[in-house]
Structure formats: C-alpha cells, structure tokens
Antibody
C-alpha cells in the first residue's frame, strides 16, 4: 500500500524557517518524481515544487523561488521542503504527492506563519 | 503562471451527468497531454480521478471521464451519486516546466 506521511509543520514567525519531511512507503521511491502542493485555509490547491528521481531537476512556483528548496534522500525514502523567509501568505496545509501525475497524496502538515 | 479557469460551482441530481470545464492556454492545457483531475472531500487530501487527459487510475469508477478540445479540458461525471460531492481541481503541465492548478469547482448533488 502506498503511503506518504508528512511532518514538520507548526507555528513560525514571519521571516522564520521550517523544514518539512515526507516519508514514503509501499513503492520504489527512487523511481518517482515527487511534488509538494499546498492549500491555504479555505482556498484551492497550489503546486509548489517538484523534483526528479535523481534530484537532477527541480522546479518551483514563482512565489517561493529563492526561499524554498526541495530535496530528497532516496536511501531514506524521504522528501523534504526547506522553507526560509516565511511569510503570512505561506500559511497552508502542505501535501507531498507522488509522481508526475500526483497519483497519491499524504494527509498534509499545517504550516502557520504568524507573529 | 496564471491558474487555470474552472467554474466556481456546479450541481446536479442523482443519476444525472455533469461536466466541469478547465480553461487554459496553448502553453499549458492546449500544449500537452498532461492534464489531471482531482477530487477532494472536505478536510481530506485530494484523490486523482483522471490523468493524462483521459486515463482513469485503477479503482476509479468508469462514471468519470476526461476530454480536451483546444485549450479547454473537461471532466464528466455520469450517473451522479451523493459520494461525488466535493471539490474538483484540474491541473496541467506548462511550458515553464511547472504544474498549475485550476481554482476548483464545488460539486453539489441535489
């Protein structure tokens, strides 16, 4: 059974940093593109970033470029999102999603940016 | 990187069919076969119902079908059931090599 479990969310002040993790199981993690997608409270989905199987390609939505970094550790079946210079508008539930088509999603982790 | 355009809401009675549109440009929906649709129940994670414009993942009912014409993709749900209620989002690959979502459509089964 495919499982994706996110962690690392919480309350952080504007300008602060947070590192999200997503642990995968039930499939060959190293064979899959992986994505981060976020959803602000009461709002729609926003694709944030994705990373190729070997981490040789990474892409970001403009609003997080230069502040967020996506990475992965295939030996640990883990995906990460390092978030720096956080803003109030980054407040959202952050989901990791498998593959180019985003066929499986985790349950999400809530990030709240507030003073 | 503008969001794709979806109607805010659609509704239908049990047993009826509904279609949700997803309008983009030649740089996203019209230019690639990588359009997907997701169903999200309130408070839950999204679930994939259509990928690559027309394909259904295993386990998804054949009442769900996808199509594309020019820069607009569509999701059709036939034989509406109460469990189909929720929010539906389209997504497309883009010429910027990123993905973009539509604003979402709330489906109400009357």
């Amino acid at each position: 059974e495919v499982q994706l479990v996110e962690s690392g969310g919480g309350l952080v002040q504007p300008g602060g940093s947070l590192r999200l993790s997503c642990v995968a199981s039930g499939f060959t993690f190293s064979n899959c593109w992986m994505n981060w997608v976020r959803q602000a409270p009461g709002k729609g989905l926003e694709w944030v970033a994705n990373i190729r199987q070997d981490a040789s390609e990474k892409y970001y939505v403009d609003s997080v470029k230069g502040r967020f970094t996506i990475s992965r550790d295939n030996a640990k079946n883990s995906l990460y999102l390092q978030m720096n210079s956080l803003r109030a508008e980054d407040t959202a539930v952050y989901y990791c999603a498998r593959a180019f088509s985003m066929d499986y999603w985790g349950q999400g982790t809530l990030v709240t940016v507030s003073s | 990187q503008s969001a794709l355009t979806q109607p805010a809401s659609v509704s239908g009675s049990p047993g009826q069919s509904i279609t949700i549109s997803c309008a983009g440009t030649s740089s996203d929906v019209g230019g690639y076969k990588y359009v997907s649709w997701y169903h999200q129940h309130a408070g839950k994670a999204p679930e994939l119902v259509i990928f690559d414009v027309t394909n259904r993942p295993s386990g998804v009912s054949d009442r769900f079908s996808g199509s594309k014409s020019g820069n607009t993709a569509s999701l059709t749900i036939s034989g509406l059931q109460a469990e189909d209620e929720g929010d539906y989002y389209c997504s497309s690959y883009t010429s910027s090599r990123i993905r973009v979502f539509g604003g979402g459509t709330k489906l109400t089964v009357l």
